[in-house]
Structures are given as structure tokens and as C-alpha cells.
């Protein structure tokens, strides 16, 4: 196992349609637990394969500290097969985009199909913070970013944020 380096805002790699995976073999287990090891080291709650510059379909997702005790998933070509009417408001963050946090409007809960690592089909019911965090991470499969999900003034603000702490971190 080993934690990967992640990629931040401005990688072309965090802007792909990421590929469908095909073999559920030992490289895709092993990727599905460095990805586990390299959100875990990231102290983040979720994080896609794209995030660590593999354009593969694969996503981790651990709410456990967040009182969500089943909420530990790992899918491999996911998809939102239903989604409520009914949204809401909360903050969110990317591991790939240090600093920045916004609030973002989505569908308060989904229903998302998929397969585990071992090639068996999942089907996930989910809501609140658990729907989100699965949203985001299938988001990051399709090359979208939360502050692409924000007002075009929220965002202009975030880039003006990120471009500052990208200054400052030189
Ligand atoms: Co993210």
C-alpha cells in the first residue's frame, strides 16, 4: 500500500471524463487501497482516482467519524440512477483544491449503481452528507469540480482565493 501524491486545481487530468474500468484485478484492488490509504493520510472523506492521476472510474468515499457507521464504499463505475427533487445547502471542500470551501446546492439524497472492486454489483440508497460526498467524487469521474456547481461570482471569488494561496505557497 502506499499514500499518492494528489493532484490540485489546474492538472488537465482533473478535467477528463475519466474511463469506464474493464478488470477487476489485483492493480485495481491494490489502487483501491492506496486510494483508501491516500484519503485517510489527506484526512479528507472521499476521493476519486483522478485525484491521484489515474483517469479511471473509481471512488472512495469513508464517512465513519461522521456518525454514518455503513458509510464506507468503494465503487468502481458508478452512476446516479435516481436523484431527489428535493435539495440542499451545505459546504464542501476537494482534497484537490486546498483552502477553498464553498456552499453547493444538490440533490439531498441519490440512488447510485455501481460495482465494488471485486467486479459485484452495488446499489447504494443514499442521503444528507453521504449522498453529497458520493455526488462529488461521481462529479471528479466526469471532470467536474465543485466551484463549477457554484455562481459564476462565487466562483470568480474562489479562483481569486486560489490564485492567492497558489502565490503563497511559492
Ligand atoms: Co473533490
Redesign the pocket.
Known amino acids: 500500500m502506499a499514500v499518492r501524491e494528489i493532484v490540485l486545481l489546474g492538472d488537465p487530468v482533473l478535467r477528463r471524463k475519466a474511463e469506464e474500468v474493464t478488470s477487476f484485478d489485483a492493480r485495481l484492488q491494490e489502487l483501491v487501497r492506496d486510494m483508501f490509504e491516500t484519503m485517510y493520510h489527506a484526512e479528507?472523506i472521499?476521493?476519486?482516482a483522478p485525484?491521484i492521476g489515474i483517469p479511471e472510474r473509481v471512488l472512495v468515499v469513508d464517512l465513519r467519524r461522521e456518525d454514518e457507521p455503513e458509510a464506507r464504499v468503494a465503487l468502481v463505475n458508478p452512476r446516479v440512477v435516481w436523484s431527489s427533487d428535493v435539495t440542499d445547502r451545505a459546504p464542501?471542500?476537494?482534497?484537490?483544491?486546498p483552502g477553498l470551501e464553498e456552499v453547493v446546492e444538490r440533490p439531498e439524497a441519490v440512488h447510485v449503481e455501481g460495482f465494488d472492486p471485486e467486479g459485484a454489483p452495488v446499489r447504494i440508497e443514499a442521503d444528507e452528507l453521504f449522498a453529497r460526498a458520493l455526488q462529488?467524487?461521481i462529479?471528479?469521474l466526469d471532470g467536474i469540480?465543485?466551484i463549477d456547481r457554484v455562481s459564476p461570482l462565487k466562483r470568480r471569488m474562489l479562483m481569486k482565493k486560489w490564485k492567492k494561496l497558489q502565490a503563497e505557497a511559492k
Not at 464542501?92 to 483544491?97: F, K, Q, V, W, Y
Open positions: 479528507g472521499g476521493l476519486a485525484q464542501e471542500g476537494c482534497l484537490s483544491i462529488h467524487e462529479d471528479h469540480l465543485f
